[in-house]
C-alpha cells in the first residue's frame, strides 16, 4: 500500500497526522501538488510537483495510483476514480469512500453543484475541528493495519 495526497487541498494538520504516520508504520507517502510545498525530510514522504490547470494533480494521482493504495482527498470525482481502480478513497474528515457510497456521494455533490449554479447560498465546509482530526487518524490507522504489509 502506498498512500497517495491530494495536497493543494489537503489541510496541513491532516498532513502532518500523514508525516508521523509514513515514519510509524515506515509507508510511503506521496503528496501531488501543483506548487512546491515544505515536506519533512524522510524516506518515506516525497512530493510530486504537476504543473498548474484543472485536475492536472488529480489525474496524476489517478494515473499513479495502483488497487490497494490509499488515496486522501477531499475530491469526489477524484475519489470515484482511484474506487474504480481499485485504490481506497479517504476525505480528510475521516470518512472512507467505498464502492458502495461513492455514487450516492457523488450525486449529492452534483446536485449542490446544480443549486449553487441556480443561485443558492450552501456555504462551504466547516473549518476541521479536533473530532475530525481524530476521526480521520482512527479510520487511517484501521486502514494501514488492515492493508499495509511491510
Not at 494521482?61 to 479517504?90: F, H, N, Y
Request: proline letters at 5%.
Amino acid at each position: 500500500m502506498k498512500i497517495w495526497v491530494d495536497a493543494d487541498a489537503c489541510p496541513g494538520v491532516i498532513k502532518e497526522i500523514l508525516f508521523r504516520a509514513a515514519e510509524r508504520a515506515e509507508i510511503a507517502v506521496t503528496l501531488v501538488a501543483n506548487h512546491a510545498m515544505r515536506i519533512p525530510p524522510s524516506r518515506f514522504i516525497q512530493l510530486v510537483t504537476v504543473s498548474s490547470g484543472f485536475d492536472v494533480a488529480d489525474n496524476e494521482i489517478v494515473r499513479r495510483a495502483a488497487p490497494g493504495d490509499l488515496v486522501i482527498t477531499a475530491d469526489i470525482p477524484l475519489a470515484s476514480e482511484v474506487i474504480d481502480k481499485g485504490a481506497l478513497a479517504l476525505n480528510p474528515r475521516g470518512e472512507l469512500y467505498t464502492e458502495h457510497n461513492i455514487k450516492s456521494i457523488l450525486n449529492m455533490r452534483d446536485f449542490m453543484d446544480t443549486m449553487r449554479a441556480s443561485g443558492v447560498q450552501t456555504g462551504g465546509p466547516a473549518a476541521i475541528g479536533q473530532s475530525e482530526k481524530q476521526a480521520f487518524g482512527n479510520q487511517l490507522d484501521r486502514l494501514i493495519t488492515k492493508h499495509h504489509k511491510r
